[in-house]
């Protein structure tokens, strides 16, 4: 061949990769809320598959919408982020929630929260926690309906509706509340038994569907730890924080629980806080989100103490017996100056005074 | 005690912008540069503190002996712009340096509505002088964090891919939006 | 009575309000210039920033300080206007608008690549385009981009400049990262378009609408020069017509009978153009031969009356001059003479001068290639 | 044995298994040459040579247009044929001198310096200088003027730089191994010019027969009275080990300053191929025309190391690395990492050509660049401590006005940061494009 008669491609250094993608990232993250769909599936039986799938489904639907109201390809909307994002959403509601209200939510998560914003990476709040309160504040009370699990009637109903047999899906569901919502009623008062196995494995609890179980969390979280998707920063910051200040709080005003000294007593409730909830969850899936916080490493520590703060101040002293939602999105807000003021100095860096 | 309570309700539950919508104008207008948003909330502290000692003694020393409360929004009004002016006036002369950092919002806030709030306010719930100044200062401590918060956002929208129909004040407000929701996470916080 | 009470606090507080305004407008007084205001009226408010300072207001400020500058967009009418404010001699501003100096489309520029990455200009200028070619235009758009009144059609690789829509801004002048783009007088309707310093061996290699340096047109109509290896007008009248049709590589552009956007991209205005510049060279060969013949008519005569003697180019001059625009059939003539040097596609030219008793029309098609 | 190493970087799959065991072989000369006149960093070149003319191989063709600036010298014996620019590995044409060989390869006489080991560095600066040696790890900077620093800022330490961190390259990696002897003499040479005391020698460990050969050299060799301490030191395999701040950080953990030079902490560093420049320029008085360039990658049939003449085309290179491979895709002059794509093959090699790399289709192509979606891994993994992300999101909205030119130009464009991006940005061509913006400024423009 003669010399210069080849074409080839031309493009700015460097011309190879490590191989890693977005949607790659986006699809091994909702792999990793897998135990914890599994746990709601037995807890909750079809009605978690429902929310789960009209979730999901309803916001790739409106991620693509808005995509093609953009002139993007609507096939952006399989990044993967869109259905992490209703999976996220699904996961933190009650299993008794309409199917109109889950798409509300996913409505304002991905248009409004999101695509506003220019759609991936662009969004300043957490869009599936921004739908999990607008939820929260626009229907306060379907949305702190909570079904117990395991309940045949609701079993049935709910497999009734999912197959759309059933007219009044849920006229029999029996409701209880949750463990942090019992703590909260009767903060002044004797707090109620609470069966720390329960917490943890999450059969047993009523609560919001991908959040019963702490250990189903606990595995997807150390799944994305192991796969380096996310790092300890700001989820061990978070629990760790929240555990501290609780501990402490339970110091000062001892709870009475049965049997136990007030030290462990306080120890007790500081372990019911990090597994109570949606501590978790919020922990290792929603405060980890790449776009919605901090990205320099003090600036994460600096997050993951605030949503701890913010969270048990809540718990202990606001009007919500869950404060992680609103923690998470509170920090949101800060991270743009979070990281601004945690920038590092560039290798070498000379102090331009000095 | 009782202030710590008012000074948090002022600041953070009841926040002036994100709980009650007051002075939605300059949140918006003055939050492109965190140094302005700065710079606003510094003249706003200025101003409130100022409006509202000015205000309450007008009422507590004026109006209320002759019992012409009714008379206090427009006397409030006239008070707070000719207080705005002056102020402005007095700082171009006199500091040219503090006038450069906050001159030009000083025009900004005689518009600004949560002034009036705050000074009607510390009326209507019968706060004593020092509630009065607790309250306004927090009050518009709570305005400076919101619009601080808001300023960082809206930096770092700049940098986005906002769709062109959402650009500027549309996807601000959307951000207030949410930001209202994330603050009312502060609700019931402190009881009554 | 309260109703007096109110109206005496209200009218209290009133007065004293203003009183105290009034005193304090006096006590701090600061002087501002009326005329900034004035001037920032009149000024254009595009706020575009081509003048260096951030938007009109700070440009009217600084005008009123006595900084020397001139509003690019406002042209002369608001020099003028501002001139008056200030009481000052309104500098000479000529209105000017951007151009490309490229027409080298995907069809007539080479490539030497396919170039991945980011889609601007500037990205691509890193890795050296991807046209063979480095002077040319990247097509990638970064001058449409910042445009403030949408005057940059990007189409088949290159970026065309409507003049009418131009306010003059200079923004796409600084946005192009090959300095493709520049400022011509408005008035100015004949541009060279090619940008290329390449020497013309190479430069003929690359693009089929290079400026090849061939130096035709310079020596026909004077408003043409060299600047290196590339042509440029640089005289201040209209150009000869014609100056399009002597280019064998048909770089010239008459902005005055095509509009630019046409000339570059529309094969059916390129297409009339070749149909123009074929008649032209017909009219010429023609008028050549007329000539020719008149002057072998003279110089039989001259013969057969063996008076004078000498064949005098002025009458042979005033022979051809029965046809419209003689003396610039005269200017491309001597070219057409001067150049025989030259290795360039002009050759055609001149042997269908030389032999111009029979002139061959398949000549005409293949100028350029 | 520990090896040093510095924060942040990666660890991308090397490939020198391709080229690495392949001894250098003496390239057949081409038919014709183009010698580069820009093949360095600094004032342009004064051509000595005109179309016609018959040179010689070593004859000068064009001159050091100043101090900043190195001699350019025919690389074979023929006939100037054109000066008209050629392609330039930047993606820019310059101008060039086409010499056509007349395949007698008759060099002009040689002048070496006299016992060079005592010779006044003086002498030893002019040597080099007048053979044009400049830095042939890639930056091409003049090395008579790296080796002359100001008063103010005394050298005690020479590094040599055999990290050779750059996947897939094994040029450095064949002269540490097959001239280890010319590589440490010319380093003594600079190490006496610049009367540095402490002569390291940096290599990966990924290359334990080069440490080796290295070791057993230094061993063996009679050390001048300057030299205190010589070693040879094992780094972690770690891109980008070899970039300058790198190495002097990993091996004596001074930090260079923002807009610094090594010099700045005293210490130079030398590329080994350098040092080999130097030795030939010193001993042999033999001019840079000639140095080892791997060609490889999966897109050639035979990937190995040449003794190339600078000016050879590309194509030849690839000819002699038997052809391409049908599904080549993308020519790379230098490395993965920091090379530059090529539009074809007509391009010449340079003095600071170390590698030819040809990628083939499916290792060129991946999916469009996505939105960041601030992962962090560019943060983790910038070697220079940067914000990647935010910098090349400044220069894609057009925001300059947020950058910092010293952070922006702090970025040594290693490309680490684009390797592990998830979304696929360009992100160094987005700094690139900051950095070019501000150049411009500066200009005026």
Same mark, same amino acid.
């Given at each position: ?7 080839? %491609? ?31 599936? /037995? ?51 009650? *299993? +008794? ?18 695509? =506003?914003?220019g759609?991936?990476?662009q ?23 909570? *079904? ?25 569901? =029996? ?73 402490? /709080? /339970? ?16 120890? /007790? ?25 901090? %990205? ?22 606001? +009007?919500? *017996? ?14 743009p100056l979070?990281d601004r003021y945690?920038m590092?100095?560039p290798?070498?860096? =000379?102090?331009r005074?000095? | ?29 003055v939050s492109k540069r965190l140094s302005t948003a700065v710079g ?60 450069e950092?906050?001159?030009i ?46 300023a960082g956002i809206r930096e770092r929208l700049e940098l986005s891919d906002v769709?062109?129909?959402?650009e500027g004040?549309?996807?601000s ?20 | ?9 209200? $009218? ?12 304090? $407008? ?20 595009a706020n575009c920033g081509a003048c260096g300072y951030a938007g009109c207001r700070d440009f009217?400020?600084a005008?009123? $300080? ?52 980011v889609?601007t200009?500037a990205a &691509? ?17 970064d001058c449409?981009a910042v445009c403030p009144?949408? &005057? ?17 801004c200079e923004l796409c002048v600084q946005a192009c990262p ?17 940008? !290329? ?38 005289? !201040? ?80 001059? $005033? ?18 003479? !001067? ?31 | ?5 510095? @924060? ?165 990696? @064949? ?83 923002v ?113 960041c979606? @601030? ?11 940067l914000p990647p992300f935010l910098l090349a999101a400044a220069a894609e909205a057009g925001r300059y006005d947020v950058l910092d030119q010293d952070v922006l130009f702090s970025c ?15 992100l160094?061509q987005f700094i690139r494009m900051g950095k070019a913006y501000f150049r411009g400024q500066k200009k005026g423009k």
């Amino acid at each position: 061949m003669k010399m210069g008669e080849r074409k080839f %491609i031309i493009s700015s250094s460097p011309h190879i990769h490590d191989g890693s993608l977005t949607p790659r990232i986006m699809w091994g993250v909702s792999l990793a809320l897998l135990p914890a769909t599994l746990v709601s599936f /037995y807890a909750f039986g079809w009605d978690a598959v429902r929310v789960i799938l009209v979730s999901m489904v309803s916001a790739v639907v409106f991620e693509a919408i808005a995509l093609m109201l953009r002139n993007r390809r609507p096939r952006q909307a399989m990044d993967g982020s869109a259905a992490l994002t209703g999976l996220l959403l699904g996961l933190t509601l009650p *299993p +008794g929630i309409s199917n109109a209200m889950i798409m509300v939510g996913t409505f304002v998560a991905i248009i409004v929260a999101k695509q =506003v914003f220019g759609g991936l990476g662009q969004n300043p709040f957490n869009p599936a926690l921004t739908g999990r309160v607008f939820l929260l504040i626009a229907f306060p009370a379907p949305m702190t309906t909570w *079904p117990l699990p395991r309940d045949l009637t609701s079993q049935i109903s709910s497999l009734k509706s999912f197959l759309g047999l059933a007219v009044e899906r849920h006229a029999d569901v =029996v409701t209880g509340a949750t463990p942090l919502g019992a703590v909260k009623e009767h903060m002044l008062k004797a707090l109620p038994h609470i069966n720390m196995g329960d917490l943890f494995f999450g059969l047993h609890t009523p609560g919001s569907i991908g959040e019963i179980s702490a250990l189903a969390i606990l595995l997807g979280g150390l799944g994305l730890l192991v796969a380096r998707i996310i790092n300890w920063r700001i989820p061990l910051t978070i629990i760790a924080t929240v555990f501290a200040v609780a501990f402490l /709080y /339970y110091l000062a005003v001892p709870p009475k629980v049965s049997g136990m000294s007030p030290v462990s007593a306080a120890f /007790y409730m500081a372990v019911f806080h990090v597994f109570a909830g949606g501590l978790m969850i919020g922990a290792f899936f929603m405060a980890t989100d790449y776009v919605t916080s901090p %990205i320099f490493p003090k600036g994460q520590i600096i997050f993951g103490i605030g949503v701890g703060l913010m969270t048990i101040i809540i718990r202990l002293w606001g +009007g919500y *017996p869950e404060g992680v939602s609103f923690a998470i999105l509170l920090m949101n807000a800060l991270v743009p100056l979070i990281d601004r003021y945690t920038m590092p100095k560039p290798f070498g860096w =000379v102090d331009r005074r000095a | 005690m009782e202030y710590l309570v008012l000074a948090i309700n002022a600041m953070l539950i009841s926040n002036l912008v994100l709980a009650r919508f007051l002075g939605i104008c300059p949140f918006l207008g003055v939050s492109k540069r965190l140094s302005t948003a700065v710079g606003m909330s510094l003249a706003v502290l200025f101003v409130m503190t100022m409006a509202s000692t000015v205000t309450w003694m007008v009422y507590h020393g004026v109006l209320a002996p002759l019992h012409l409360e009714y008379l206090r929004t427009i006397a409030f009004i006239l008070v707070i712009a000719a207080l705005v002016q002056l102020t402005e006036m007095a700082i171009q002369k006199l500091s040219p340096v503090l006038y450069e950092a906050l001159g030009i919002y000083l025009p900004l806030i005689t518009t600004n509505c949560a002034i009036l709030g705050v000074s009607i306010d510390t009326i209507e719930k019968g706060y004593s002088f020092l509630g009065m100044l607790v309250y306004a200062v927090f009050g518009s401590i709570g305005f400076g964090i919101a619009l601080v918060l808001f300023a960082g956002i809206r930096e770092r929208l700049e940098l986005s891919d906002v769709p062109k129909s959402w650009e500027g004040a549309a996807s601000s407000l959307i951000v207030a939006g949410i930001l209202s929701l994330a603050f009312m996470g502060f609700a019931g916080l402190i009881p009554g | 009575m309260e109703i007096l009470y109110a109206v005496g606090i209200l $009218s209290g507080l009133g007065v004293l309000a203003g009183a105290l305004l009034a005193y304090a $407008s006096k006590v701090f007084y600061v002087k501002e210039d009326p005329r900034v205001e004035e001037v920032d009226s009149i000024l254009p408010q595009a706020n575009c920033g081509a003048c260096g300072y951030a938007g009109c207001r700070d440009f009217a400020k600084a005008i009123v $300080s006595g900084e020397d500058i001139v509003c690019p967009v406002g042209g002369p009418s608001v020099a003028e206007l501002v001139a008056q404010i200030l009481g000052k001699e309104a500098a000479e501003v000529e209105e000017r608008v951007a151009f490309v100096k490229c027409a080298g489309t995907h069809d007539r520029a080479k490539k030497r690549a396919t170039y991945h990455g980011v889609k601007t200009c500037a990205a &691509a200028h890193l890795v050296g385009g991807d046209k063979e070619c480095r002077y040319g235009c990247l097509g990638l758009g970064d001058c449409a981009a910042v445009c403030p009144t949408d &005057a940059i059609t990007i189409s088949r690789g290159v970026a065309v400049i409507d003049p009418e829509k131009c306010i003059g801004c200079e923004l796409c002048v600084q946005a192009c990262p090959v300095n493709v783009i520049e400022m011509v007088p408005k008035s100015r309707k004949m541009h060279v378009v090619c940008n !290329s310093q390449d020497p013309p061996q190479v430069a003929r290699k690359v693009c089929d609408v290079a400026c090849i340096a061939c130096k035709i047109c310079t020596r026909t109509d004077k408003n043409f020069t060299m600047e290196g290896n590339v042509a440029v007008f640089t005289g !201040s009248e209209g150009g000869l017509d014609t100056a399009p049709f002597v280019c064998p590589t048909n770089a010239i552009m008459d902005e005055s009978k095509y509009r630019a956007l046409e000339f570059v991209l529309s094969d059916a205005v390129r297409e009339a153009f070749e149909q123009d510049k074929a008649a032209y060279k017909e009219r010429e060969r023609a008028e050549r031969a007329k000539r020719a013949a008149a002057r072998k008519a003279a110089q039989q005569k001259k013969a057969a009356a063996q008076a004078g003697g000498e064949a005098n180019p002025a009458t042979d001059k $005033s022979a051809a001059k029965p046809s419209e625009d003689g003396d610039k059939k005269d200017d491309s003539k001597k070219s057409n003479e !001067s150049n025989k040097i030259d290795s360039s596609p002009a050759d055609g030219d001149k042997k269908a001068k030389k032999e111009d008793k029979a002139p061959k029309a398949e000549d005409t098609g293949k100028e350029g290639e | 044995m520990i090896s040093k190493t510095f @924060r942040g970087g990666i660890h991308p799959y090397y490939g020198k298994e391709l080229a690495a065991s392949r001894e250098t072989e003496k390239l057949p000369l081409p038919d014709q040459f183009f010698v580069s006149l820009e093949q360095h960093i600094g004032a342009p070149v004064k051509l000595l040579v005109k179309k016609g003319d018959e040179v010689k191989a070593g004859q000068l063709i064009a001159e050091a247009g100043g101090f900043v600036s190195a001699n350019i010298h025919a690389p074979t014996s023929g006939k100037v044929t054109s000066t008209d620019p050629v392609d330039h590995v930047s993606g820019r044409k310059v101008p060039a001198v086409t010499i056509k060989a007349d395949g007698n390869d008759e060099w002009v006489d040689l002048e070496p310096v006299d016992s060079p080991e005592s010779a006044d560095p003086k002498t030893l600066l002019d040597a080099i200088r007048r053979a044009g040696v400049v830095g042939m790890g890639g930056a091409s900077f003049p090395t008579h003027v790296k080796l002359s620093p100001p008063d103010d800022k005394p050298i005690d330490t020479l590094i040599l730089n055999g990290a050779e961190c750059e996947p897939y390259l094994t040029a450095d990696h @064949r002269i540490m191994v097959e001239k280890p002897r010319e590589v440490l003499l010319g380093a003594l040479l600079e190490a006496r010019i610049l009367g540095a005391s402490r002569l390291f020698i940096g290599v990966e460990d990924n290359k334990p027969d080069a440490i080796k050969a290295l070791e057993d050299e230094v061993e063996g060799l009679q050390l001048p009275e300057n030299i205190k301490e010589i070693s040879v030191v094992p780094l972690e395999t770690k891109y980008p080990q070899g970039s300058e701040k790198q190495l002097i950080k990993a091996i004596t953990d001074r930090n260079v300053p923002v807009k610094g030079l090594p010099m700045d902490v005293g210490v130079v560093v030398s590329n080994v191929a350098t040092c080999y420049a130097v030795w030939d320029a010193v001993y042999n008085g033999r001019p840079v025309i000639e140095r080892i360039v791997t060609v490889t990658g999966r897109g050639v049939v035979e990937p190995g190391n040449y003794w190339v003449r600078i000016g050879t085309p590309v194509s030849h290179l690839i000819e002699a690395a038997g052809g391409y491979e049908d599904d080549a895709a993308k020519l790379i002059i230098g490395g993965p990492m920091m090379g530059f794509a090529q539009g074809t093959d007509a391009v010449p090699t340079m003095k600071s050509t170390n590698g030819v790399l040809v990628q083939t289709r499916d290792e060129v192509q991946g999916p469009d660049f996505a939105p960041c979606i @601030r992962c962090a891994r560019c943060v983790e993994v910038c070697p220079m401590n940067l914000p990647p992300f935010l910098l090349a999101a400044a220069a894609e909205a057009g925001r300059y006005d947020v950058l910092d030119q010293d952070v922006l130009f702090s970025c040594v464009e290693c490309g680490s940061c684009a390797y592990v991006c998830p979304s696929r940005r360009p992100l160094v061509q987005f700094i690139r494009m900051g950095k070019a913006y501000f150049r411009g400024q500066k200009k005026g423009k």
